[in-house]
T-cell receptor
Framework: DQQVKQNSPSLSVQEGRISILNCDYT??????FLWYKKYPAEGPTFLIS?????DKNEDGRFTVFLNKSAKHLSLHIVPSQPGDSAVYFC??????????FGKGTLLTVNP | DGGITQSPKYLFRKEGQNVTLSCEQN?????MYWYRQDPGQGLRLIYY???????QKGDIAEGYSVSREKKESFPLTVTSAQKNPTAFYLC????????????FGSGTRLTVV
């Protein structure tokens, strides 16, 4: 049973526009959510996170929104740049600090 | 510079052979994790360890074994019992707060032929 779902395997946007990546979860015990960025043949790198007690966290071009009632979070990238092209993983923290990851969304930003 | 080192980057083995993947960290992190990535599958947890000499099975532990004799090291052995061992393997570690999630290594691509 998939507890963290990223329903869009891929997303393509134009440079300068907004990228919106979505993530849904089922476990209401998750208390912390993170986004990771991954290039091929490399390890994921931490991008931004949000606690379950907040509904928004912003860091430069990246903003994460959390809707607890809908069990939904989203990552907004504005403006999108070609260097943002990568796979983005949503992750949720449960008991024992274990992270459960979604399957990822491949973002392509076209010049 | 502190970080996690996985070696080798690419590894080839014949079917039926055991193989051990190395993971070393100098971040002084207590917890360490092994994940496997397959196309379209995301990251799946194999084993994790929160302290030295202790480890727990993750979601897909069958066919794998680990040890945690030192804080810095968490090697993963892929045994011949693992039915589909070809994959990209990622090691990660976490500090006691876990506020920034995990720090990942650069991964090992294992190909079994």
């Amino acid at each position: 049973d998939q507890q963290v779902k990223q329903n869009s395997p891929s997303l393509s946007v134009q440079e300068g526009r907004i990228s919106i990546l979505n993530c849904d979860y089922t476990n209401s015990m998750f208390d912390y959510f993170l986004w990771y960025k991954k290039y091929p043949a490399e390890g994921p790198t931490f991008l931004i996170s949000i606690s379950s007690i907040k509904d928004k966290n912003e860091d430069g071009r990246f903003t994460v929104f959390l809707n607890k009632s809908a069990k939904h979070l989203s990552l907004h990238i504005v403006p999108s740049q070609p260097g943002d092209s990568a796979v983005y993983f949503c992750a949720a923290r449960g008991s024992n600090y274990k992270l459960t990851f979604g399957k990822g969304t491949l973002l392509t930003v076209n010049p | 510079d502190g970080g996690i080192t996985q070696s080798p980057k690419y590894l080839f083995r014949k079917e039926g052979q055991n193989v051990t993947l190395s993971c070393e960290q100098n971040l002084n992190h207590d917890a360490m994790y092994w994940y496997r990535q397959d196309p379209g599958q995301g990251l799946r947890l194999i084993y994790y360890s929160q302290i030295v000499n202790d480890f727990q099975k993750g979601d897909i532990a069958e066919g794998y074994s680990v040890s945690r004799e030192k804080k810095e090291s968490f090697p993963l052995t892929v045994t011949s019992a693992q039915k589909n061992p070809t994959a990209f393997y990622l090691c990660a570690s976490r500090d006691y707060r876990g506020q920034d999630g995990y720090t990942f290594g650069s991964g090992t691509r294992l190909t079994v032929v």
